[in-house]
């Protein structure tokens, strides 16, 4: 099942390609923000494989997660949040990586 995720922007960085940190209720991945230009900290974004498809207001947010919630490990299984570690905060995973910031 692939679906659009709901998260919080908690990190800005980058700028070709723009990238950031999203938290997903308490799981962070560093996201591509360059398909939502005008996403910034403090918003809530749609994640699909990666990527930051559109911005949402915080009530449709929430209004998503709630039923996303109500599916039996459908959170942790598109977030695949037993396969690597959260982001932590202010790290980028590739930096030091040629290309990457």
Do not use: K, N, W
């Amino acid at each position: 099942m692939c679906l659009g995720i709901p998260g919080r922007v908690i990190e800005v960085h980058g700028e070709d390609p723009r990238m950031g940190v999203v938290d997903f209720d308490g799981v962070r991945r560093e996201v591509c923000l360059a398909f939502a230009p005008d996403a910034d900290v403090g918003q809530y974004v749609i994640v699909h494989v990666g990527f930051a498809i559109s911005t949402v207001d915080e009530e449709e947010a929430a209004r998503t997660l709630a039923v996303i919630r109500a599916i039996p490990d459908a959170l942790a299984a598109e977030l695949g949040a037993d396969e690597e570690p959260p982001v932590p905060a202010g790290r980028h995973p590739a930096a030091g990586m040629e290309g990457t910031p």
